[in-house]
Every structure is written in C-alpha cells, then in structure tokens.
C-alpha cells in the first residue's frame, strides 16, 4: 500500500513539475518574441490612398481601409474603396474595391465624395462606415453611409444611413470603437466639432443623443478612438497652421465619451496638408497609421498611407512617433 502510495505521489509529481515547465517555457518564448520588421514608408504605392483605418479581425490578420485620392486638386474626388491586409506588416495584399460612390442609393449625383471611413466587426458581420454627402452642396448634406458583409474585405452591400445626427454640416470621419463589454460607441466630427453616443446593438442605429466630446484642445478633424490598460485615449488632427499641415495630437479618459484630458503631439505634420491615422495593436506591438504626400512628391498632395511602431510611457501617456521614410526599419 505504502509503495502505491508512493507512486501516486511521484507521478503526480511529475505531472505538476511538467505543467510548470511547459507553462514557463511558454512564457519564455512569449517574451523572446522577435520584433516586427516594418517594410518601407509609403507601404502601398501603386495607388494613392490615405485615411488609414487599422484593425485587427479574428482571422489573425491587420486589415487598414482607407480611402483613395483620384483628384485631390478638386478637394472631393475621393473614391473606390480599397481594402489591404497582411500578417507580417511587410507584404501587403490588395482585396480590391469593396464599394464606391456609385452603389449609395442616396449618395450625391455627382458621385465622389467618400472620404476617411471606418470598418467594426460585432456577431458575425463586418460593418464598413463611410460619410459621403446626399446633395451637390456638399457642406451640409453629410451622412455616415453602413454597409455590411460577413467577409472583411468583400460582398459589402450598402444598408442606409446612421440616423439622429441634428447638424451634419462638415461632420465627416466617422470611427467606431467597441469596448470590452461589448458596447459600441460612435465618434463622428469635422470642421473644429466632434460629437460622440453610444449604438444600438444592431450597429445601425444610436442609443442616444449624440453629445459633444468636452475637453480637446483644437480639434479639426479624423477622430480615433482606443483602449490600453483602462485608459481610453482620442487622437484626432489639430487645427494648428503648421508649414507641413495638421499634426495627429491625444487625449486621454476613463470614460469613453469623456470628458477628456489633453495629452498632447503623437505625430507632427507629414507634408500633406492634412492628417489623418488609426493606432491598433497587433503580435504584441502597438502600430501608428497614417498618411504623408511623398509618393507624388508633394506637388498635388496626393496622399499615400505609411506606418510606424508607437510606444507607451510607464504613466500611459504616449510618445511622439518619429517618421520614417523609404527604408525597413524595426
């Protein structure tokens, strides 16, 4: 019996010692995870896109939705929405065109117009946001346009419109941020204002009246909202007159409609006017989207999207990214 006993004993033993061994050797190699190498800046290079809208989706793979310059000059020729994946953030793949102008039922006549959008994933469909204008004004005839699909970067069918939004004078750049309950909130501002609420289940629909978001400083335009470590944090473009353009600044709450604190610059002007990014997560690194006008030189500010690796101090507050231009870089 003694011996049996003992037996017991040493295999559980073993059994014990070898989960632990297993479970530290996971965690070693989780910590000596190789660091992302980043290819070079423009990172898509055989169109012009910008607005860059950076997700992670259950397939394990970073898509960026952004929209795409045709004729910037003319200030609305922006269409043909592609989509763009990877899963070593070096080699991109082109999905196509996943909608344009010409598939909103209620869009303007003259087509065009489908400017920085946005993309949220909820119980089994994808939900691609995108404001465009229903009028040949354009000022004052925004809507955030929702189509739907079950695949990421296909088979987008337009839906409607995002109703109960009062004043859709200059309101473009719609971003939707689900939190870890599960509750989705929509941001949606331009011209020096930003409104925020809470959604509908169905993705549809807003479960209250919008409010605005109190306590950014100088906000213009492109709002993106995130979480880490219990802290929500809004990027938007300021409305700064710097020589190269609008800058990326932040700030922070622990409220995902605020109020909110200001932080500060994550990215200084690119050259191309304007500003506009996205900041995801992904294998362990934080990533900043954004756009710059070096592939056409600057001379049209025609757009292209680029991204770098972001850094978060110990208190949370963020680094400012430095750019980096045409070479890899890690």
């Not at 559980?12 to 050797?25: P, Q, R």
């Not at 009028?135 to 409607?160: L, M, N, R």
Request: proline share 7%; with cysteine; aromatic share 12%.
């Amino acid at each position: 019996m003694k011996r049996r006993l003992l037996f017991i004993s040493l295999l559980i033993t073993a059994i014990v010692g070898t989960s632990i061994f297993t479970a530290f050797e996971a965690n070693a190699k989780k910590k000596k995870r190789t660091p992302i190498t980043l290819g070079p800046n423009p990172f898509i290079t055989h169109m012009f896109t910008a607005d860059p809208s950076a997700h992670v989706w259950k397939d394990g793979r970073l898509y960026v939705y952004p929209s795409q310059d045709l004729n910037l000059p003319r200030g609305w020729d922006m269409d043909n929405y592609h989509v763009f994946s990877t899963d070593d953030m070096v080699n991109w793949k082109d999905h196509g065109e996943i909608l344009n102008s010409s598939q909103v039922p209620w869009g303007r006549p003259e087509g065009g117009c489908m400017w920085a959008p946005d993309c949220a994933y909820k119980d089994g469909t994808y939900y691609f946001y995108f404001p465009h204008p229903s009028e040949t004004d354009i000022h004052c005839s925004w809507k955030v346009g929702i189509a739907t699909s079950k695949h990421p970067a296909k088979d987008f069918k337009v839906q409607g419109y995002l109703k109960g939004i009062d004043d859709p004078c200059g309101m473009i750049d719609p971003c939707v941020f689900i939190d870890d309950d599960g509750q989705a909130y929509l941001y949606h501002g331009g011209c020096g204002r930003i409104i925020g609420a809470k959604m509908k289940d169905n993705m549809m629909e807003l479960a209250e009246k919008p409010r605005n978001m109190e306590g950014l400083v100088d906000f213009h335009e492109g709002s993106w909202v995130h979480k880490r470590n219990g802290i929500y944090y809004l990027m938007y473009s300021d409305n700064v007159p710097h020589p190269e353009g609008n800058r990326l600044v932040y700030a922070t709450s622990t409220n995902p409609l605020g109020p909110w604190t200001y932080q500060g610059v994550i990215l200084e002007a690119t050259g191309s006017g304007t500003s506009h990014g996205s900041i995801v997560e992904y294998k362990g690194e934080w990533f900043l989207f954004y756009h710059n006008s070096d592939l056409s030189g600057g001379k049209h500010e025609f757009r292209s999207i680029c991204v770098d690796k972001l850094y978060y101090n110990p208190d949370g507050t963020i680094q400012p990214v430095k750019q980096t231009k045409g070479t890899p870089k890690k």
